[in-house]
């Protein structure tokens, strides 16, 4: 892996439009590797579909994207709160992507939902990831503060800046950022607002904010 996942949080940026050029078997092989270490992780059902055509709804494919053939599935058996869990899974792999050199791009709302569910058989589908060789990397999205999105009960320590500059390279559906973090002493909690994104968007924040605080250094407090 010639990419830290840390350094991955940087360079990884959404890309809609990919090369013709098929996965190379390793990294595909790779990929699903680290897909089932995350289904097991995390309890879920995430697949890998290469060479379908039909995983964005089309008037966004005609306009907006290019060479879309590949994608995970974010998928589970239905039961509570596994929203969170799939968006930690699906932020762990857009960065494990981004290490093998694959670009990607997150999609939690104009997916074929038709087409995608017929692809899987677990219950509770969010969307998909799409994965491939960008035409180019893609640029950083707009970006609120850390002021912005945080709150730390006395001096911040580094770690906590750390962890909030992380989650604020995160990407959320619709990139709206609809997160706060709070923290006091070791104790760090999120509130979300992301309406039917929330539970995704809360995992893939919290995943974010763990890389850069490092898991040892809090404790997420509900």
């Known amino acids: 892996m010639n990419m830290t996942m840390q350094q991955a949080m940087k360079e990884r940026h959404t ?14 092989a790779d990929l699903k590797k680290r897909v089932d270490e995350n289904n097991r992780r995390y309890d879920v059902d995430i697949s890998v579909e290469t060479d379908q055509k039909n995983g964005v709804s089309g008037i966004i494919r005609l306009l907006m ?3 879309v053939r590949n994608y995970l599935i974010l998928a589970s ?26 670009d990607t791009w997150y999609i939690g709302g104009t997916w074929n939902r038709k087409s995608v569910e017929s692809e899987t058989s677990a219950q509770h589908v969010i969307g998909i990831i799409v994965f491939g060789y960008g035409e180019n990397h893609g ?26 500059q992380a989650a604020l390279l995160a990407p959320t559906a619709l990139n709206k950022q609809p997160f706060f973090i709070t923290g006091k002493g070791n104790d760090v909690s ?21 890389l850069g605080a490092g898991k040892d250094s809090f404790s997420w407090k509900s």
């Open 139 to 164: 640029k950083p999205h707009a970006s609120k503060t850390v002021q912005q999105v945080s709150k730390y009960e006395g001096e911040a320590p580094q770690w906590f800046v750390n962890g909030v």
């Open 65 to 67: 994207t290019k060479n």
């Open 190 to 210: 999120i509130q979300v607002d992301g309406g039917i994104f929330k539970g995704a968007d809360e995992g893939i924040v919290r995943h974010h904010f763990e």
């Open 77 to 102: 058996p239905d039961r509570s709160n596994v929203d969170v869990a799939l968006g930690e899974a699906a932020s762990d792999l857009m960065l494990y992507a981004k290490t093998i050199g694959l």
């Open 15 to 28: 890309v809609r439009k990919f090369t013709n050029q098929p996965i190379d078997e390793q990294q595909l």
